[in-house]
């Protein structure tokens, strides 16, 4: 007979197309994540049956430099209903935080710890990664950017961002030489 978990955490993260304002595109990225306690709540937790801590965030970043243009939060059940829903109103500290370098610690000194909700801020650093993969996946409709096309290559456009992010894309490594050297059919 198979175990009952004590704990199941399901994330969902969606990334969408969201238009294009003051000349750049956004991306809206949406992540929910609901805690399950399939063996029951503990008693003095608030909580919706076996869900406790059901979290959403909403990212609108624009592209390309990954800046955070609004932040929306919701809290709908949450152990400490007295105390948790406060955090809300302090996620619009993270709106002009760039997705590039720093980002984790530019969300943890805004709402990490005691100034936030160590559960959100866990959620927005999970998210950071599908900014970027959900706007490489959006490239093709967005476009490049204007700075690539400058012809400029100390601007930012013109560095990709996944050199060096893993070590498949290293500068060094075969598949950036091979990108360089040779770039993929379609891409610009």
């Known amino acids: 007979m198979a ?41 003095w937790l608030h909580h919706a049956g076996d869900v406790i801590h059901p979290l959403e965030v909403t990212l609108t970043v624009s592209y390309p430099d990954f800046v955070i243009r609004a932040v929306e939060g919701r809290l709908d059940t949450t152990p400490y209903p007295n105390v948790c829903p406060d955090v809300v109103p302090g996620l619009q500290s993270l709106v002009g935080v760039s997705r590039a ?30 900014v970027r993969q959900g706007t490489v996946a959006a490239c093709a409709s967005f476009g490049p950017p204007d700075d690539a096309l400058s012809g400029d290559p100390d601007s930012a456009a013109a560095r990709p961002w996944f050199v060096n992010s893993c070590r498949a894309r290293r500068g060094a490594g075969e598949l950036h030489a091979r990108r360089v050297t ?3 059919p379609g891409e610009r």
């Not at 969606?14 to 991306?27: I, K, N, Y």
């Not at 984790?104 to 866990?122: F, K, L, N």
């Open 3 to 43: 175990a009952v978990p004590a704990h199941v955490r399901t994330i969902r993260v969606d990334a969408v197309q969201a238009g294009d304002r003051d000349g750049r595109p956004r991306l809206r990225v949406h992540e929910v994540r609901e805690d399950h306690r399939p063996r029951g709540a503990l008693h």
């Open 182 to 184: 040779r770039p993929v």
């Open 101 to 130: 370098r720093g980002f984790t610690r530019a969300v943890h000194e805004r709402i990490g710890r005691s100034r936030g909700c160590t559960h959100v801020a866990a959620l927005i650093l999970a998210m950071g990664p599908v």
